[in-house]
């Protein structure tokens, strides 16, 4: 079976296994660098729960580690490398041909959308539900709709990630917060050189 997103943040050894085939380790490298057996490691991969200090040294490991998809876990898991952009980069994309080509980071993603991309998010607005850090998967083949999570580069004032709310007229869309100091914002569709929802958020364990 290949992991979803959500099975890969809820399902540990699915979470160990998958960082140990993209960072092309053998289960002896990867319980070297987590300091454990490897007879231990490969029953937590086989679904033994694993302990404390295992499971808080492994994610601070898995945060720090550049994760890219070869093509081995690629077969595997049925993912594929997306591009992560800054929030000023998103900010400069008015057309997705502008993406630039020249990313270092990358998100490893299950969507079948051939043009999704991250972002990297910066603020308070999500807070406290999503952080600064955190990663967004763009879908800019889907049409967002009302009460999803949203990424939009407005034409006055750049990106944004907010709770879209549409209006009956259908031309004036409402994006709210989590964080209450934010208070919601109106905005006629032509205002917008790009809306797309957001198909899941990567969390930051580790806060640089």
């Not at 540990?12 to 490691?41: G, K």
């Not at 800054?86 to 969507?111: K, R």
């Not at 004032?157 to 964080?179: A, E, F, P, R, T």
Request: aromatic letters at 8%.
């Amino acid at each position: 079976m290949v992991p979803t997103a959500s099975t890969l943040n809820d399902n540990f050894a699915e979470r160990l296994r998958f960082w140990r085939v993209s960072q092309n380790l053998t289960q002896a490298d990867a319980a070297r660098q987590l300091d454990i057996d490897r007879s231990y490691l490969s029953q937590v991969e086989r679904g033994r729960p694993p302990g404390n200090a295992l499971r808080t040294r492994f994610f601070l490991i898995e945060k720090a580690s550049s994760i890219k998809i070869n093509g081995n876990s690629t077969a595997a898991y049925g993912l594929r490398n997306l591009p992560v952009l800054s929030w000023t980069q998103a900010g400069e994309v008015t057309d997705l041909t502008e993406i630039p080509q020249d990313w270092d980071e990358v998100v490893p993603s299950d969507v079948a959308d051939e043009r999704a991309f991250g972002v990297r998010l910066r603020g308070d607005s999500m807070e406290p539900k999503f952080c600064e850090g955190d990663i967004t998967v763009l879908l800019p083949g889907s049409t967002p709709t009302n009460g999803e999570i949203v990424m939009a580069n407005l034409k006055n004032q750049g990106v944004l990630c907010k709770i879209m709310h549409v209006q009956l007229d259908k031309n004036l869309i409402k994006l709210s917060s989590y964080n209450p100091a934010y208070p919601p914002t109106e905005y006629h569709r032509h205002e917008f050189h790009w809306i797309f929802p957001v198909a899941a958020i990567i969390k930051q364990l580790r806060r640089r």
